[in-house]
């Protein structure tokens, strides 16, 4: 017999759910020890074969964790949407909650308040290795009978107790039945209305329900019924905030109770926790700071030092690969596509993985240990100078990682306020699409010489980053002044205990991403690529043949082979070709800011994404350079020359004006995309395009205007 | 020994005081959620270098909160 079922995981932060949703569905995903990093949910689906020959399909989704059913931020909006709307298309058939059993009492209380709304529940006892280690004795049987729900101990993280998960799902398929308060007496008129006007499952649920109408949207619930339960809850009385206050008070009453009864505890005092010990040193009012910048520091060193030897060995592996096509295939149009549209595309895209990896492995570390919000405890006070929370902290470093999921972890910050300005300030951090540009850019125009011992160009590259922190600070602190707001700034953060990362969780983590840079944004930068070797590749009208028979009569006329004017007659080709001319048109624009008609056809290309520069620049270099396969693309821009001056084109006023340029300007169609729907406007996706790309040009103008010969 | 009222931001690191009431409802509401609720033992384990946040041991765990969201418990010292 086969049966299929939908299964939520429901828990507090930190309690491990996501690992045991990993474990259970083996289809892996972030999972980080800071509250809310899940905000995407992840679906997953599970097979268990019982000994009886049954099979169970299981969909399983990990919902956002979250401490009672009371959303509190946007993210935890979701729990209740699920869980209390029995007709909601992903609403479950069986909840697992997962609890922390070293605190137990808060994670506990959840879990009653998922009991009371009559749904299947398993209660999964996790970190059991922790628990035990501590000397405290969970009596699971009478656990089980005052909870009114099936029971499994677990050490997710270990695997231990997985089995017994599994065979509990195949086995529980109905409500206990348990009501652990009885909340209808706390308001009987208002849950007695819910229930007959609107599917509910409990008393509790039309009590959650009538405590969060605001929530239910209007296709769950007619205007009537709406009317109708407003009205009632007006006439009752009923003070939704009073309510949960004394429903929470005399749940923590009942679960204060169950523990007596089934834990026996030596209670240790916080301090003597490995977790304090290290605080000690990592919250230091000196150290913890000096620790931090070292912290990134080390991050930022390894990124380019590491990552070079990898990627050298890629840079000539292509060029291998292009000399060996250009040599076998016969010359001609295709040979050209090959090598200086799609090879010089593909490299452009594999060449940056080595540091992609090294950077979201570090990102992933710093959350998954618990280090980011101790991060946060350190910033809080300094960051609401700018109008922000301690907690955007995470967006904004994850936001080195990539905007995307960096704005959709703002979703713990509960102030609207203080939400918004963080979605608009993170896309300034140096998000790991921006890496590619610094490191051309920046081994172009910096000197690989070590300073007291660390590289140069490594602590230029730290300074850029920095450069993109500062400004997010600086457009958080004129947004503060902008944005009127009435609502508190709110902060209260849980500081989960230091736990080893999860290697493997790691690395499957960094493959997903690499998978997602490789696949996503390659197909966009090979496309481009292809494109723009067509755009450069040809011109309008006979303009390309106008140019060969121009430097054949030369040739006639000075006796010479034509040969000899190979260089002159492709860059005048490239300068008379569709993309030249584009390049051209937004040329009086960015010259005063030092760019040419060459880098402004980079510019446009990179517009949707930012990453494109590299790719297009290599293309555009290699369009009819007889020599490309030979050389690096670095060693091609080095030769460019400044037809005006004579000297190099890339100079270091032109290389710190388009590492700026690159810093600030908003160039990502998938980060706009993101901000819109996080916004559900826009107008801040436009605004944050035009003052981004202003900041942009500003501080490339003065950079080039400062520094120029 | 004195047994006084004051709020929690005005208790000093490593001093313990037991939760009495909240002056500020909205706030106590996520306070009581974490598991501060009246008749709990709190303990300052924590000051962050520029004087704020702090973090508290609660219920067997350790939470950061704000000075101001501090002031709206009145907790009770030297009991």
Same mark, same amino acid.
Request: with cysteine.
């Given at each position: ?85 029995? /007709? ?114 409990? /008393? ?34 009923? /003070? ?65 030092? $590491? ?99 960096? +704005? ?74 902008? +944005? ?48 723009? $070797? ?33 260089? /002159?007659?492709?860059?005048?080709? +490239? ?135 | ?17 037991? &939760? ?26 924590? &000051? ?32």
């Amino acid at each position: 017999m086969e049966r299929r079922i939908k299964i939520a995981l429901v828990g507090n932060p930190n309690s491990g759910k996501s690992t045991v949703f990993n474990e259970l569905t083996g289809l892996h995903q972030k999972i980080a020890n800071f509250p809310g990093v899940t905000v995407e949910q992840h679906t997953g689906k599970c097979t268990i074969k019982g000994d009886d020959g049954s099979i169970v399909q299981a969909e399983i989704i990990d919902l956002p964790g979250t401490y009672s059913l009371y959303p509190k931020s946007p993210e935890e909006e979701l729990p209740f949407r699920l869980l209390c709307n029995p /007709d909601h298309a992903m609403h479950p058939d069986l909840v697992i909650v997962v609890a922390d059993g070293t605190n137990l009492k808060r994670n506990l209380f959840l879990s009653s308040q998922v009991i009371d709304l009559n749904i299947p529940v398993i209660l999964a006892i996790n970190m059991m290795d922790m628990v035990r280690s501590s000397g405290a004795e969970i009596n699971f049987k009478e656990l089980e009978k005052r909870m009114g729900a099936r029971v499994v101990p677990m050490t997710a993280r270990k695997g231990e107790g997985l089995k017994e998960l599994k065979a509990a799902i195949a086995e529980v398929d109905r409500p206990a039945g348990k009501q652990h308060l009885d909340s209808r007496s706390m308001a009987p008129q208002v849950v007695d209305a819910i229930r007959k006007n609107l599917h509910v499952n409990s /008393d509790y649920n039309a009590f959650l329900v009538a405590n969060n109408l605001h929530l239910i949207e209007t296709g769950e619930m007619s205007d009537e019924h709406r009317t109708a339960i407003l009205d009632l809850t007006k006439h009752n009385a009923f /003070d939704a905030q009073q309510l949960q206050a004394r429903e929470t008070l005399e749940r923590y009453k009942l679960i204060s109770n169950y523990l007596q009864e089934c834990v026996r505890e030596k209670t240790r005092p916080i301090q003597q926790s490995y977790s304090y010990k290290i605080d000690s040193l990592l919250t230091h009012r000196i150290w913890g700071y000096v620790i931090f910048l070292a912290v990134l520091f080390i991050i930022f060193q390894s990124i380019f030092t $590491w990552a070079s030897l990898p990627m050298e060995l890629i840079d000539e592996g292509f060029n291998w690969l292009n000399s060996k096509v250009q040599s076998t295939l016969p010359p001609g149009i295709l040979n050209d596509l090959l090598v200086g549209g799609v090879l010089a595309g593909i490299n452009g895209i594999v060449v940056f993985i080595p540091q992609i990896a090294l950077l979201f492995f570090f990102i992933a570390i710093l959350e998954d240990t618990g280090y980011m919000s101790r991060v946060s405890f350190l910033m809080d006070r300094l960051m609401r100078g700018f109008g922000l929370n301690g907690k955007s902290l995470i967006p904004l470093m994850s936001g080195v990682a990539c905007a995307v999921p960096a +704005l959709l972890s703002t979703r713990t910050i509960r102030n609207r306020k203080e939400r918004m300005i963080t979605l608009m300030v993170t896309p300034l951090m140096s998000c790991s699409a921006r890496l590619p540009v610094y490191t051309l850019l920046v081994a172009l125009v910096i000197p690989g010489d070590r300073l007291a011992g660390f590289s140069l160009q490594g602590i230029v590259m730290m300074l850029l980053y920095l450069i993109g922190f500062i400004a997010a600070l600086g457009a958080a602190w004129v947004m503060k002044n902008l +944005l009127k707001s009435t609502e508190r700034s709110y902060y209260v953060m849980e500081l989960p205990m230091y736990r080893l990362p999860r290697w493997k969780t790691i690395g499957l983590h960094i493959i997903e991403k690499v998978r997602i840079f490789l696949f996503d944004a390659g197909k966009i930068i090979l496309a481009i690529s292809i494109i723009l $070797w067509m755009l450069s590749s040809f011109g309008p009208g006979d303009s390309f043949q106008r140019i060969e028979q121009k430097y054949a009569n030369a040739a006639i006329q000075k006796n010479i082979p034509v040969e000899a004017f190979e260089h /002159d007659i492709q860059s005048e080709k +490239l300068e008379q070709s569709y993309a030249g001319h584009l390049g051209h048109i937004i040329e009086p624009v960015i010259r005063p800011i030092g760019y040419d008609w060459k880098i402004g056809i980079a510019l446009i290309t990179s517009f949707a994404a930012r990453e494109v520069f590299v790719g297009t620049m290599s293309t555009i270099y290699s369009v009819g350079d007889q020599r490309a396969a030979q050389r690096t693309l670095k060693e091609k821009l080095m030769a460019e020359r400044n037809p005006i001056t004579g000297g190099p084109r890339y100079t270091l006023a032109v290389g710190l004006s388009l590492l700026l340029f690159y810093a600030f300007a908003m160039q990502c169609m998938s980060t706009l995309a993101t901000v819109y729907r996080e916004t559900k406007h826009i107008k801040y996706p436009l605004i944050q395009l035009f003052y981004m790309s202003g900041l942009a040009y500003l501080s490339g103008l003065i950079a080039y205007q400062l520094l120029k010969p | 020994m004195s047994n006084q009222l004051c709020a929690l931001s005005e208790v000093k690191l490593g001093q313990k005081a037991l &939760v009495e009431s909240f002056t500020d409802y909205e706030i106590s509401l996520k306070l009581l959620e974490m598991g501060c609720i009246p008749g709990e033992t709190v303990e300052v384990i924590r &000051v962050a270098p520029l004087g704020d946040p702090i973090a508290i041991a609660v219920s067997g765990y350790m939470l950061s909160l704000r000075k101001d969201e501090a002031s709206s418990i009145r907790v009770r010292t030297s009991f």
